[in-house]
């Protein structure tokens, strides 16, 4: 079928024309926005999201109106692609960010375009303490654009073996504040926003809409899944950090795939709020997370979508273990199958 394509803001110079007619075979705007995408690899990094949908910063149109991405487009349809005028996904890189991310913009497939994903992109990150923190450090470094950090509280001296973005000058104060402090000396161009805040059924929603990333390093089981049903709600993918004592268990949530509801359909009863932590088991927590988040938001390497990573850095064995949906999750058997 014959379908004219027009381009405008950001995308129109990305595609390099304002216009074009195609003739594509019969299927959904879904289907049609991945031709484009193979269509024009330069611009792929615009029109799709982490994983392979229609990108949700860009705002799609047929025939002069909001169009569902999986509806089958009508013939002759004219489909009008454009990216918000409030930021956008094209993000050139300074020279200076040139030289700070230049280490790791050789990593294969990485290379400057992973680079202007990760400044474009926003992850949430639910706490910033031995995990969080780690996770968070990592991401700032690596150059991501925006953190949204929750976490409530005041530094306490139990906290200091483990959350090394605190100080022992600022017990007593709030941790979000040093925690920002301390990341934008590390990297002055991060944007961040800080809610004072422990992730909960109230706030979850609002806050993972804002992110394209969702990091889960609290240690209650009630916030890990409060976060999971908004991040399944919203199809936004969710990497979640867990340890105790010595193990360490990292898994990722991608729309469709099985979430942390299916692997724990209720909170383990046993569970307590104060366990044995070193803070670099913590760290390696949230160091493996920020690898995850990094393949997401840049589309490279293997993430743990359809299983769990199983750490027990007390005998150094690592070992993968296969995740699968329960079709009687509560959170996750409404949306649909991703295979
Ligand atoms: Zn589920």
Redesign the pocket.
């Given at each position: 079928m014959r379908i004219t394509v027009q381009y405008l803001a950001q995308i129109r110079r990305a595609v390099g024309c304002a216009e074009e007619i195609l003739d594509v075979p019969d299927g959904s705007l879904a289907d049609l926005v991945r031709h484009l995408a193979v269509k024009h690899p330069d611009a792929a990094r615009l029109f799709l999201g982490p994983t392979g949908e229609p990108s949700r910063s860009l705002l799609f149109f047929v025939n002069d109106a909001p169009f569902d991405a999986a509806a089958k487009l009508p013939a002759n349809a004219i489909v009008t692609i454009l990216t918000p005028m409030a930021g956008g996904s094209s993000v050139p890189l300074s020279e200076e960010e040139r030289a700070t991310y230049e280490w790791q913009m050789w990593v294969p497939h990485f290379g400057e375009e992973g680079q202007r994903k990760l400044k474009a992109a926003t992850v949430l990150v639910s706490r910033i303490g031995g995990v969080g923190g780690a996770l968070a450090q990592q991401l700032a470094a690596a150059g991501v654009g925006k953190l949204i950090l929750a976490h409530a509280g005041n530094v306490r001296a139990s906290d200091l073996n483990r959350q090394t973005l605190m100080s022992h000058a600022g017990l007593g104060q709030p941790r979000l504040g040093q925690a920002a402090r301390r990341l934008r000396e590390l990297n002055p161009r991060l944007e961040i926003e800080e809610i004072p805040e422990n992730i909960s059924p109230d706030n979850a929603r609002q806050l993972v809409a804002q992110a394209d990333v969702v990091a889960s390093c609290a240690p209650l089981f009630s916030e890990r899944l409060a976060l999971n049903a908004a991040a399944?709600a919203l199809g936004k993918p969710l990497v979640d950090c867990a340890m105790y004592d010595f193990d360490v268990q990292i898994l990722t949530v991608i729309p469709g795939g099985?979430?942390l509801?299916?692997l724990y359909p209720e909170p383990p009863a046993a569970w307590k709020r104060e366990f044995p932590v070193f803070g670099a088991v913590a760290a390696t927590a949230g160091c493996l997370g920020a690898v995850e988040v990094i393949k997401t938001l840049s589309g490279i390497g293997e993430r743990l979508d359809r299983q769990m990573l199983l750490a027990d850095l007390g005998s150094m064995i690592f070992r993968k273990l296969p995740r699968s949906?329960?079709p009687q999750?509560r959170?996750?058997?409404t949306s649909p199958m991703s295979d």
């Open positions: 399944v099985p979430c509801q299916c949906r329960d999750c959170v996750c058997s």
